[in-house]
């Protein structure tokens, strides 16, 4: 069982989820439902082009992948972004997809804080969340990793 101090914990991420999926809903029904009508905050700067975006479940924090193959995690909780950290994948060509461990969304008790980095190159990098190293690389693939997924 839980703790109270853990089930609080889980209550308010799960609120967050929540508030985040309205935001997100809200977006996405707008106007036509084909593009947001308000600019809410602008991030960056980045040196190269984002490629890939996305939410930190619960948190008010994103990560990007840009086409220089570096990955940043920015915290929008003010008016002002804040880079967290930035990691650059050395020769792994553009970030054009990102995926975080399951983990991260759900209240259980064994949480991973990973995120999963796939590249142009083919190649495929794991990046610990909060701090980002680097954990583990391969290139298994000669083309392009368009989706990733933990199975």
């Not at 967290?84 to 994948?89: E, G, N, S, Y």
């Not at 995926?99 to 990098?125: E, F, T, V």
Request: glycine share 8%.
């Amino acid at each position: 069982a839980l703790s109270s101090k853990a089930q609080a914990l889980c209550q308010q991420t799960q609120q967050q989820q929540q508030q985040q999926q309205f935001l997100e809903d809200q977006m996405l029904r707008s106007h036509r439902g084909d593009y947001p009508t308000q600019v809410l905050q602008t991030l960056g700067p980045s040196d190269s082009n984002i490629l890939a975006v996305k939410l930190w479940p619960g948190q008010q924090l994103v990560v990007t992948g840009s086409a220089d193959g570096c990955v940043q995690l920015l915290s929008f909780s003010s008016n002002v972004d804040t880079e967290v950290w930035a990691a650059r994948l050395g020769g792994a060509g553009g970030v054009i997809s990102l995926h975080w461990h399951p983990s991260i969304a759900s209240c259980s008790k064994a949480y991973w804080p990973l995120l999963l980095a796939g590249c142009m190159d083919g190649s495929i990098h794991v990046l610990h969340a909060t701090t980002g190293q680097l954990l583990a690389s391969c290139k298994p693939h000669s083309k392009y990793v368009v989706t990733a997924a933990w199975s």
